[in-house]
């Protein structure tokens, strides 16, 4: 599947696919390579999963130190919430056009 034909199945990290969580991971900029992603899906990892990852367990998959460590700081930012799964959005008027709400501003949203 291309990033292009993957969308965003769900706004709970929990509820993505491995596929939903490589294409957040490649948005990310984490100077990942392909070989990366490929172990992750080679893993079966899905977005519940990689929520527990840690740098152990990601070496434990195949990974080098460096992507694990991006990797673990990525899966702990995720679920301390501090990244939005939203990150495919250039703005919040094309999050509010998703859902058929066209506002000007935040403060007039119907």
């Not at 939203?86 to 501003?105: C, M, Q, R, T």
Request: charged share 35%; hydrophobic share 35%.
């Amino acid at each position: 599947m291309s990033s292009v034909e993957v969308e965003y199945e769900s706004y709970l990290v929990e509820n993505w696919t491995t596929d939903t969580l490589i294409l957040h991971l490649k948005e990310q900029n984490l100077k990942l390579e392909e070989k990366h992603f490929e172990i992750l899906r080679n893993e079966e990892i899905t977005g519940l999963d990689f929520l527990d990852m840690t740098e152990e367990k990601l070496e434990s998959c195949g990974l080098k130190i460096g992507p694990s460590m991006r990797l673990a700081k990525e899966a702990k930012a995720l679920k301390d919430n501090t990244k939005r799964p939203f990150s495919s959005y250039l703005s919040l008027k094309e999050v509010l056009e998703k859902y058929g709400l066209k506002s000007d501003s935040i403060t007039s949203i119907p």
